[in-house]
T-cell receptor
Framework: GAVVSQHPSWVICKSGTSVKIECRSLDFQATTMFWYRQFPKQSLMLMATSNEGSKATYEQGVEKDKFLINHASLTLSTLTVTSAHPEDSSFYIC?????????????FGNGTRLTVT | AQKITQTQPGMFVQEKEAVTLDCTYDTSDPSYGLFWYKQPSSGEMIFLIYQGSYDQQNATEGRYSLNFQKARKSANLVISASQLGDSAMYFCAMREGGRDDKIIFGKGTRLHILP
């Protein structure tokens, strides 16, 4: 099956620093990648949708200057949490979709647990 | 308005019993897909089963089956012969065919299998 690799799996950083999370589709071309955030014991909240070669579309309430998304190729999307603060601590998970339709499941990375101290 | 509703925040089931996890959805798009994902405590999202809006038969994948009732807009997940390893969070999700590719998740149901 399709494989999505997300790196790092966990990161601890100091307040004020920036953190980059990578999401790679290993065996298919991901025309669209999605970034989710998940707080403990809650559901996945979609942050943004990124299409290769174009600007990401952010969901309402998500700060685009805080969460920079780049989808430079068909196999790689990155999420950069800029000037991270303790309230940004969360589980971030990406998913990727090939050139399919609504009947294609999304395949997820294993997630990144971010802790900001 | 919530598009995916999972009314059971938590469930406790005895090992080897069957369990049904409820999911209702709301959409005006005639083309849509319904998915169930399992999320163990390690965090990864594991795809379990898919049902398309035009599918005539209920989807099955091993011990998982999807009880699709289109008129009622429900897509319940049935796990037969539950195992201890089934203890996890389960999310129902929908992907609409109309506008974009994004997938919307319900709030999830935490399933505990008791030995």
């Amino acid at each position: 099956g399709a494989v999505v690799s997300q790196h790092p799996s966990w990161v601890i950083c100091k307040s004020g620093t920036s953190v980059k999370i990578e999401c790679r589709s290993l065996d298919f071309q991901a025309t669209t990648m999605f970034w989710y955030r998940q707080f403990p014991k809650q559901s996945l909240m979609l942050m943004a949708t990124s299409n290769e070669g174009s600007k990401a579309t952010y969901e309402q309430g998500v700060e685009k200057d805080k969460f920079l998304i780049n989808h430079a190729s068909l196999t790689l999307s990155t999420l950069t949490v800029t000037s991270a603060h303790p309230e940004d601590s969360s589980f971030y998970i990406c998913s990727a979709a090939g050139k399919g339709t609504y009947n294609s499941p999304l395949h997820f990375g294993n997630g990144t647990r971010l802790t900001v101290t | 308005a919530q598009k995916i509703t999972q009314t059971q925040p938590g469930m406790f089931v005895q090992e080897k019993e069957a369990v049904t996890l409820d999911c209702t959805y709301d959409t005006s798009d005639p083309s849509y897909g319904l998915f169930w994902y399992k999320q163990p405590s390690s965090g990864e999202m594991i795809f379990l089963i898919y049902q398309g809006s035009y599918d005539q038969q209920n989807a099955t994948e091993g011990r998982y089956s999807l009880n699709f009732q289109k008129a009622r807009k429900s897509a319940n997940l049935v796990i037969s012969a539950s195992q201890l390893g089934d203890s996890a969070m389960y999310f129902c999700a929908m992907r609409e065919g109309g506008r974009d590719d994004k997938i919307i998740f319900g709030k999830g149901t935490r399933l505990h299998i008791l030995p």
